[in-house]
Structure formats: C-alpha cells, structure tokens
C-alpha cells in the first residue's frame, strides 16, 4: 500500500490531488498495481477533504486510470502514459467546474420558484406520480444503479405539476444545460442518498400545501447538489 507522503501545497481543489497523483505516477512512487490508501487517510495525507478526494477518484476512474474493486480498496490500474495529456485533462475539467457553477446558480434562482408553484398547484394524481418515482430511486439507488435520469425526470414531473405550459416549455429547452449537474462521473452514493432525501421534503411540502417550505426544501436541495458536485463546504 502506498503512502503518498506531503500534503498537496499551493494547488485549489480535487485538481491538486490528481496532479499529486500523476506525479507519483510519472516518479515511480505509484506504480500500476498498488493499492491506494483508504479514503479517510487518503484525504489526510493529501491535505484535503474527502468529498474532494472523491471527485478527484471519481475523474480518474471514468478515464480508467483508477480502478475501485468492491471490498478490495482502489487501485492504479494505468501507467505514466495515462497521464499524457493531463495538461488538457485538468484544463478542461476546470472549464466544466466553472460552468457546473453558472449551471447551479441558474437552478438556485429558478427551481425554487418551481417548487413553491408547484406545492399550490399540484394535483393528487401527479403528486402519487412524484412519490412513485422517487420509490423507484430508491430501489435503484439500492441496487447500486445509476439514478441520474429518475432525478432529472423527478424535477421534470415537478414543473409539469406547475400547470404553465410555458414554464414548462423553457425547462425542457434548458433541460441540457441542467443535466450538466447529472454527469455520472459526478455521482457518488452520498450524492444519490442526499437527492433521493431532499427530493422526499420536498415531496412532504407539496403534499402539505406549503409553498414555503417547498421553496426551502428546494433551495436545500440544489445547495447540497452544489456542495457534492463543487466539493465545497457549504
């Protein structure tokens, strides 16, 4: 098991960590084979904390550099040459990051609005559809599956339930650019638990009539979409 030794220094975010990494790559430290430390020491060796860590893990992993084996721990699973373009690859993970932020300040201003709506005008027919999907979440969250597209279609149903064909005509032209907060390499299981638990408050507000409390519930819930996918501490 490697150690990875020095905190990453002057270097913002999950980026630092996979120039870390890449650098023991590149020194020979790390080598295709080993065993990464465990997260918790992971996080401490490099000076960050573990919701960056895990961005950091979970970039790498989607470009097979890194590989987690259930029960097993996480593995390097590349050579030096994975690393070739890292230049490129941090550059334009950066870009997204900057994006995801534009992204999720848009959902903050319009999505609340769309739950307290909702929470006035929701039938009893849609609101059943909303408890169904999100019990369908559940189930595939359990299953240790992808929920992405059952949380895009949560807050799709969640429009629909506003009864403004309008509003819901420029969500589905913006649906795009939403989605960007939904990149499977973004998903983590805490990620999916803290959706899956915002998406039932809000669920409890619409059932209660209560426009305010949707609105927070919702505000809630995008804040901590916002903590899992930045990595920061809200």
């Not at 080993?34 to 470009?63: F, M, N, T, Y």
């Not at 890292?86 to 334009?92: K, P, T, Y």
């Not at 993970?93 to 909702?118: C, F, H, K, M, T």
């Not at 638990?197 to 409890?204: A, F, K, T, Y």
Request: proline share 3%; aromatic share 2%; glycine share 6%.
């Amino acid at each position: 098991m490697t150690d990875l030794g020095k905190p990453v220094e002057n270097v913002q975010g999950y980026l630092g960590v996979i120039e870390q990494i890449r650098t023991l790559v590149v020194d020979g430290q790390l080598r295709p084979g080993d065993r990464l430390l465990p997260e918790r020491k992971l996080a401490e060796s490099l000076g960050v904390s573990r919701s960056i860590l895990r961005r950091a893990l979970q970039a790498l992993g989607e470009r097979k550099i890194i590989e987690s084996r259930q029960g097993n721990g996480t593995y390097l699973i590349a050579d030096s040459d994975a690393f070739t373009p890292v230049d490129s690859l941090l550059s334009a993970i950066s870009r997204q990051d900057q994006n995801l932020g534009y992204v999720i300040e848009l959902r903050q201003l319009i999505e609340p609005q769309i739950a307290a709506l909702a929470a006035r005008r929701v039938t009893p027919e849609l609101l059943d559809k909303l408890k169904i999907l999100v019990c369908d979440q559940q189930n595939v969250m359990l299953q240790g599956k992808d929920c992405d597209a059952l949380d895009a279609e949560f807050h799709r149903l969640l429009t629909k339930c506003c009864a403004n064909p309008v509003l819901t005509q420029v969500m589905n032209t913006i649906q795009s650019l939403m989605d960007a907060t939904r990149s499977t390499w973004l998903q983590s299981n805490e990620r999916t638990v803290t959706s899956v638990n915002g998406h039932l408050r809000i669920i409890q507000a619409l059932e209660n009539r209560d426009a305010g409390a949707a609105y927070r519930a919702m505000q809630s819930h995008i804040t901590d979409i916002e903590e899992h996918v930045l990595g920061e501490e809200i």
